[in-house]
């Protein structure tokens, strides 16, 4: 067979999407034996199965993940040349989105993203989940449209676009006994420190400039996440590292003073990243280039 048909491929794409032939039947508006019998034609072609029934669905081979890429650009490429307007229409669709993300961007992202998607598009959700080592896997399934935060471990194999960028600052009890409008190196020294063991990020980033200034904080408390830290400060005579913008939104709301570091401290990038299988997803692509209209900034 040398030639393959353009319905063949669309089919080939849905049922990658859905892992389904009767889902992708539908999306394409088909009989579900036309779809089986496109999918018959491109294995014959392909002299591969592409796609395996699991319990889980129709999971493609590795002949399947290779060609998907080149497939799905191909469909979006005919879809410009013959000017078909864009599938995705913000304001009438009904979908949820799954984002990824730091404790950190649940505050600084999370309020702002949901007020515009309430103004524009009143028929989306999102559901947010942490970032963990799963993240990876369910970037590339699909069960994650995109992951925004400091990810170090997501720079390689994913694309990746920069939003905004991020240093640190301290934060301090207003009414701290010793520490009042700025810190000093040797104040920085001496007093506890809560240290925040966030996994699957870059922070340790700032542990590396520390000791590259052979500079130890007293750690007399450690947690898990950024979100109740400012109550505890607020409460207690230590001092935290935090990222610039978390500072700032965390003083609105607690008793807290929000400091220099009394030595320089590393700048970072807060970026979205997401996997190469849906590139050219309509609905990705306008969920990143919102995330992008919203937060693309030298700072917020």
Not at 221 to 244: D, H, K, N, W, Y
Request: hydrophobic letters at 45%.
């Amino acid at each position: 067979m040398a030639k393959l048909k353009l319905d063949w491929l669309e089919v080939f794409v849905q049922i990658f999407k859905t892992q389904s032939v009767s889902r992708a039947a539908m999306q394409l508006g088909m009989e579900q034996a036309s779809a089986s019998i496109a999918l018959n034609k491109l294995r014959q072609h392909f002299d591969d199965r592409l796609f395996v029934r699991t319990a889980d669905g129709m999971v493609p081979t590795p002949r399947a993940q290779s060609i998907y890429p080149d497939l799905q650009e191909a469909l979006a490429r005919i879809d410009i040349a013959r000017g078909m307007p864009a599938a995705f229409l913000p304001s009438e669709a009904v979908r949820e989105f799954r984002i990824a993300m730091t404790d950190i961007s649940e505050i600084i992202i999370l309020p702002k993203l949901i007020n515009h998607l309430q103004k524009t598009a009143p028929e989306l959700s999102v559901t947010a989940e942490k970032i963990s080592s799963e993240t990876r896997q369910r970037l590339a399934s699909g069960d994650v449209d995109v992951a925004v935060g400091f990810l170090p471990d997501l720079e390689a194999g994913f694309y990746q676009q920069a939003l905004f960028e991020q240093d640190f600052v301290c934060l301090a009890a207003k009414e701290h006994p010793r520490v009042q409008g700025k810190v000093t190196l040797l104040q920085f020294s001496k007093e506890g420190h809560i240290a925040v063991t966030v996994s699957s990020t870059g922070h340790v980033i700032v542990d590396k400039v520390l000791a590259k200034h052979k500079i130890e904080r007293r750690i007399v408390l450690r947690v898990p996440s950024f979100l109740g830290v400012a109550r505890i400060v607020a409460q207690t005579e230590f001092l935290v590292i935090v990222p610039r913008q978390l500072g700032i939104a965390l003083a609105a709301q607690e008793h807290v003073q929000v400091l220099e570091s009394p030595l320089p401290l590393p700048h970072y990038k807060v970026k979205q990243h997401w996997h190469e299988r849906f590139h050219l997803d309509a609905g990705s692509i306008w969920l990143r280039q919102t995330m992008t209209k919203l937060f693309m900034t030298a700072s917020l």
